[in-house]
């Protein structure tokens, strides 16, 4: 089950990287003023054919071999529904997917962020060869973190060893307190 927005990512991204992403972007934005947070996930993989797009929400379409059920989509589309949203699913053959999640913010059934910055790393350090870029914009302020940027920052250190795993979840949890992002 789907408890939190980090789950639902990291399905997503995994997605994304089954379909053959170099780049997956992350976008989180909420707004007080519209009662909206919105959450969008844009890659440059193979894309959905055309005739998929419709049933990607459909529980009992999936385009994997190892099981009959896709719960990824339908779950997110439940959550954001539940919430007076909606999700969207755009995607052009050979150009990619965009999956965007809108729900009410402040709604009760509202599923909390999770752990944002360990998801974003760990896809991050399980992946050195894509480029991962995540935006999380509040009232407050806009945080953003880039692979490509961090990769430059670390001078040949690798993403993926353990202090450098641990200096940017805790990086990016900082930054995330400083535009005070909800729960």
Do not use: C
Request: proline share 4%; hydrophobic share 40%.
């Amino acid at each position: 089950m789907m408890k939190d927005f980090a789950m639902h990512i990291m399905d997503i991204a995994q997605n994304s990287i089954s379909a053959g992403a170099t780049e997956i972007e992350l976008l989180i934005g909420e707004s007080a003023s519209t009662d909206r947070l919105i959450m969008r996930i844009r890659d440059n993989g193979k894309g959905i054919p055309a005739d998929m797009i419709g049933k990607v929400t459909d529980p009992y379409v999936t385009s994997r071999t190892t099981r009959k059920v896709g719960l990824g989509l339908p779950l997110l589309k439940q959550h954001a529904d539940s919430t007076g949203g909606y999700l969207s699913v755009e995607s052009a053959s050979g150009k990619g997917t965009t999956v965007t999640a809108v729900f009410g913010l402040s709604h009760l059934d509202r599923q909390p962020l999770g752990d944002i910055a360990g998801t974003v790393v760990l896809l991050a350090a399980a992946n050195p060869a894509l480029r991962f870029i995540y935006r999380h914009t509040t009232p407050v302020g806009t945080y953003r973190f880039d692979t490509a940027e961090v990769n430059e920052m670390l001078e040949g250190m690798s993403i993926s060893e353990a202090p450098v795993i641990r200096f940017l979840k805790e990086m990016i949890n900082e930054n995330l307190k400083e535009i005070k992002i909800s729960g």
